[in-house]
């Protein structure tokens, strides 16, 4: 669109600067991203609260071992 054509739109906004735009939306991806690592941190927090309990293991195998070669 030329000048001419522009300035016959009549109160039609201006087009946003695109720099702006890019700018704003890197501020809200940040934000969002911010958000993200704030919940991140509040489960860390939640997980570093809780004791460390120790995997069961059984104290003997629900079978005995096969025999080898070297048993025999």
């Known amino acids: 669109m030329d000048d001419r054509q522009a300035g ?6 201006p ?3 695109l720099s702006e735009v890019a700018a704003q939306c890197a501020a809200a991806d940040l ?8 919940g991140l ?3 860390l927090k939640a997980l570093a609260a ?9 104290a003997e195998p629900d079978h005995p071992p096969e025999a080898t070669s070297s048993d025999l």
Do not use: H, K, Y
């Open 41 to 43: 941190a509040e489960d």
């Open 50 to 58: 809780r004791p460390i309990e120790p995997t069961p293991t059984l």
């Open 31 to 38: 934000l969002d991203f911010a958000a993200q690592l704030a």
């Open 8 to 13: 016959s739109a009549g109160d039609a906004a």
């Open 15 to 17: 087009a946003p600067d």
